[in-house]
């Protein structure tokens, strides 16, 4: 019998409803342990290439980690993995909450949806019985209404609800999966995939029940959280002022995208928008994860307009929703993530596809005929909430939009996909590569589109070399110090594939990239190796892990060349190579020449085809994937 | 007493410690580089700053 636990999976097929319960034996989960990775492993071994995003055959996989449940921080995390109807590219979106520690608590690593329900049905997990169940009272409606609906059906307060909202329904490409209302798996439109099967929810029964494999070595881990966030101010003010705490700064250094990344600069919004005003005006309380001592969730409440049943905006929502549509009105920024939390709507592409909007329409490729009479200027708070909904319900241009920036650049012509600031298709958060040329590279070869959570940012290699931050970096090999963020050369190469090895293996464990981490976060390499050994009874060391986060990064790039995807589609939108026009970051800009060659070093690195991008055999092989070449 | 902070003038009191200056300008983890050297965490808060001092502070910020 294998020392590393087999993986529990529930397989359902939604067009005949039979549902399946097996397993995935040690050996072989020891080499996928959990999150996307599994999900990938799932999907690479069923899923022919080349199917529609939103045909029955494509594959939607929720799944966690052998650990998800213990009582440590940061270790709530869920991975939805599927074919992107966004980007057309594997889908993978992470979210928290407690719905992952309730559906490891059920006895499973992994749900997987096949097929597609005649009617709309949801999926109710209570330890060993599973249910496919009537939706058709719940479909169409909010996230909200949806909620006590489900909890009515069951006669049980005491269930957890992942579900989709009318986006979803309506199949908006970048349609999320939301949990308690306010907790999303928000990017590469899953939600859509869900709609699409017909599948309005999966519902767990609230059960807890991951141990420690060892308590006496586990118990001290966990408890030294409290001293870590003692000492650690970036994790301490996350708490304290949310994501948002630094948009202020961002734009006082001229890094802030702004009108649809035209600037960096926002002077006249930024102080308005950013975590402490917030925190000054409209936040009831601070939320939390499942056993997490950070508390980095923002909940906000102003009467009449946002419920905080619907949470609060992170830094992204407030620079989508902000920034970059000129917006510096909290209130507008706050009634937004609800809409999109209670319709089930990615914050970050739906705000930056509004952005988009309002540059075409000043531009003058769409006017008002096209926009049912919404004037979309930069900084119009009215037209927000009407336009969020049109895109919910796919109404009027909301049609156009629910697919994306790129898509509605296509049909729109005239220059507008200048405008759609994207990579593959999926909008860009708020992280200028400019000021993290490293960053900058993970969006473009990111496999699903540009994602600020895939790697590490290069600001951390500025610390100095007596720092947390560096001394961590130096054990994953990243050793060079630098004095500004802006270059990019050979150690930053390096610095961007080995932290996104990492971040990688974060989520395929499904840990908190808040919590979890190479530089700043509270628990670093070692910690995560002694979580391994004392959580699981996992014989672990920091290469195996590494290794782990490779493969997971080549099985995605595996997936994407079966599309037809190549290095053609691992490009930065032009916007970004021109020089900054005001602000303090005037004149800075993205070498093209240099981002490009560094994306060459990346592949070499990566151990990828030159021409194509993609993963050669040989590297498949040294990464035990050598089975995907017989399909 | 004057520096250039990130490339603009900035008064300040004599004796003033770099820990103040972070605080003044609202840095809440960020990397310090005096005159082309970089100044170790440990050092923040014995540092003083001198007239005419070059003073570059990066703000530290990871994905959210």
Known sequence: ?631 | MNILLNDTALELPDDYCLKDLLKLKRYRRAAVIINDKHILIRDYESVILKNNDVVKIVRISGGG
Not at chain 1, 243 to 266: A, I, K, V
Not at chain 1, 335 to 360: H, K, P, V, W, Y
């Open chain 1, 1 to 631: 019998m294998s020392l590393f636990p087999d993986a529990k999976i529930l397989d359902i097929d939604l067009t005949s409803g039979q549902v399946i319960k097996k397993t995935v034996p040690g050996n072989i989960y020891r080499l996928y342990p959990g999150g996307s990775a599994l999900g990938l492993y799932l999907i690479l071994q069923d899923m022919p290439a080349k199917v529609d995003p939103l045909a029955s055959e494509n594959m939607l996989v929720f799944s966690v980690a052998p650990f998800t449940g213990l009582n440590i921080s940061g270790l709530s995390r869920m991975v939805v993995t599927t074919k992107s109807p966004l980007t057309g590219t594997i889908g993978d979106s992470q979210g928290g909450g407690f719905f992952p520690v309730y559906l490891k608590g059920n006895g499973y690593d992994a749900v997987v949806c096949r097929g597609k329900s005649p009617e709309p049905v949801y999926i109710y997990v209570n330890e060993g019985e599973v249910e496919i169940r009537d939706a058709s009272k719940m479909w169409g409606k909010v996230t909200g209404d949806a909620e006590a609906l489900f909890r009515e059906d069951l006669g049980d307060d005491k269930v957890d609800i992942a579900q989709i909202g009318p986006a979803g329904e309506n199949l908006v490409s970048y349609a999320s999966i939301i949990n308690q209302c306010n907790r999303a798996n928000g990017r590469n439109g899953t939600g859509a995939v869900m709609g699409s099967k017909n599948l309005k929810a999966l519902v767990v029964k609230k059960i807890i029940n991951t141990k420690p494999y060892d308590p006496e070595a586990f118990k001290p881990l966990a408890k030294s959280v409290k001293q870590k966030l003692e000492e650690n101010e970036c994790v301490a003010g996350l708490g304290e002022l949310g994501t948002d705490g630094d948009l202020e700064g961002f734009s006082d250094d001229g890094f802030l995208p702004t009108r649809n990344w035209n600037t960096g600069y926002f002077p006249e919004g930024a102080k308005a928008i950013t975590g402490t005003t917030m925190s000054e005006t409209v936040l009831k309380r601070r939320d939390t994860c499942y056993a997490c001592a950070v508390r980095c969730k923002r909940v906000v409440e102003i009467p009449g307009l946002v419920d905080p049943l619907y949470g609060g905006p992170e830094y992204e929502t407030c620079g989508t929703f902000g920034s970059y549509c000129c917006i510096s009105d909290l209130p507008t920024i706050c009634r937004a993530n609800q809409l999109c939390n209670m319709f089930g709507i990615d914050t970050i592409s739906c705000g930056a596809t509004i952005a988009f909007a309002m540059e075409c329409y000043e531009k003058g490729l769409i006017d008002t005929k096209d926009t049912g009479g919404l004037k979309l200027s930069f900084g119009n708070t009215e037209i927000i909430e009407p336009l969020i909904k049109m895109i919910a319900s796919r109404e009027g241009i909301g049609d156009l939009l629910a697919d994306g920036s790129k898509k509605a650049a296509l049909k729109i012509g005239g220059g507008a996909d200048k405008m759609s600031i994207s990579v593959k298709g999926q909008e860009l958060p708020a992280h200028m590569p400019q000021y993290k040329p490293a960053v900058g590279l993970i969006y473009a070869v990111n496999p699903f589109g540009a994602d600020h959570q895939s790697s590490e940012h290069d600001t951390f290699m500025i610390m100095p070399e007596d720092s947390i931050e560096r001394k961590r970096l130096a054990q994953i090999g990243t050793t060079a110090e630098y004095d500004n963020p802006f270059v990019i050369d050979d150690d930053k190469v390096r610095f961007a594939f080995d932290s996104q090895c990492y971040f990688s293996v974060l989520d395929t464990l499904c840990l908190c990239q808040f919590v979890w981490g190479p530089s700043w976060e509270l628990y670093g390499p070692d910690d995560m190796i002694d979580l391994c050994k004392s959580g699981l009874g996992w014989e672990t060391s920091l290469f195996e892990l590494m290794r782990v986060g490779e493969r997971r990064i080549n099985m995605m790039r595996f997936f994407n060349a079966r599309e037809g995807f190549t290095k053609e589609e691992d490009i930065l939108p032009e916007r970004l190579f021109k020089p900054f026009p005001d602000g303090p970051s005037k004149g800075v800009q993205l070498d093209k020449e240099e981002f490009y060659k560094a994306r060459d070093l990346y592949y070499s690195f990566a151990g990828w085809d030159m021409e194509t991008g993609n993963p050669t055999e040989s590297t498949l092989r040294k990464l035990s994937l050598g089975w995907l070449l017989e399909k």
